[in-house]
């Protein structure tokens, strides 16, 4: 996998750099510190991915992706400033990475922009349908919600949540990695998380179907903490359970 970086910051240029080179079968065709000078090398030089910087003078990486000639590089934004997330998610960006980046997290990234790819990769000549029997290209689903935390946007992979507590007027959101508070309401997060993996069991509960240890007595059992099921959701709750053969 080819890959190129355009950020105006020598320190971050160098780290990413220093990055790609650890990372096996990922090959960086060039760095750039200028915007206008990196667009002109990708215009003549197709990679697969590009670690795009939104913050540069000139040309703002939002911009830059917009010019990029098509089908273009998967895009990976980088940057200091989390008020960038939605936009980037509209030019359907592999990931929005902020600053400082740890090199676990842009492995994560990498291996987004992988995945994709190999998605995208043409059939083999022997297994290619009739065009007309050809299945429907569909949008790639999110992956990930993002949601208010103090004073920015914090990106929650779906994969990564064990459950969701309701407090009030905010929800603390238990990770595999940690805990997130934001202001916000169970019906909004109903709303984004994909209903054949997550279910509400209470008022003050919604949980991951995939990370459910048992089902006890009412209860269930996640992260090594058990969570009532309440009476308005007991029976669709079983309902549920027994569609996905969890039982």
């Keep these: 996998m080819t890959c190129a970086i355009l950020d105006d910051e020598p320190l971050a240029l160098d780290l990413l750099a220093d990055y790609c080179a650890q990372v096996p079968g990922l090959e960086l065709k060039g760095q ?10 990708l215009q003549d030089n197709p990679v697969d991915v590009v670690f795009l910087d939104i913050h540069m003078p000139r040309l703002t990486g939002v911009q830059l992706a ?3 000639p098509q089908p273009g590089p998967r895009i990976i934004f980088t940057t200091a400033y989390d008020q960038y997330a939605v936009r980037s998610y509209e030019l359907n960006a592999v990931d929005y990475l902020l600053k400082p980046i740890a090199f676990e997290r842009f492995m994560q990234a990498v291996q987004k922009a992988r995945q994709q790819l190999a998605a995208a990769a043409p059939a083999p000549a022997a297994a290619t349908a009739p065009a007309a029997l050809a299945p429907e290209a569909h949008p790639t689903a999110p992956d990930a919600m993002f949601v208010k935390n ?7 992979a779906f994969d990564d ?5 309701g407090m009030k007027e905010y929800l603390m959101i238990y990770t595999a990695t940690g805990k997130v508070l934001t202001l916000q309401s169970f019906r909004r997060v109903e709303e984004v998380l994909p209903p054949e993996r997550f279910a509400r069991i209470h008022k003050s509960y919604l949980v991951a179907l995939s990370r459910i240890e048992h089902v006890e007595r009412g209860k269930v059992q ?3 903490r058990l969570l009532p099921i309440g009476d308005t959701y007991r029976e669709s709750f079983a309902n549920l359970i027994k569609a996905y053969n969890l039982l």
């Design 32 to 41: 750039f510190d200028d915007a206008l000078a990196g667009l002109a090398f």
């Design 66 to 68: 917009q010019l990029l």
């Design 150 to 156: 103090e004073h920015r946007l914090q990106r929650v």
């Design 161 to 165: 949540i064990l459950y969701i507590e």
């Design 222 to 224: 996640v992260a090594g």
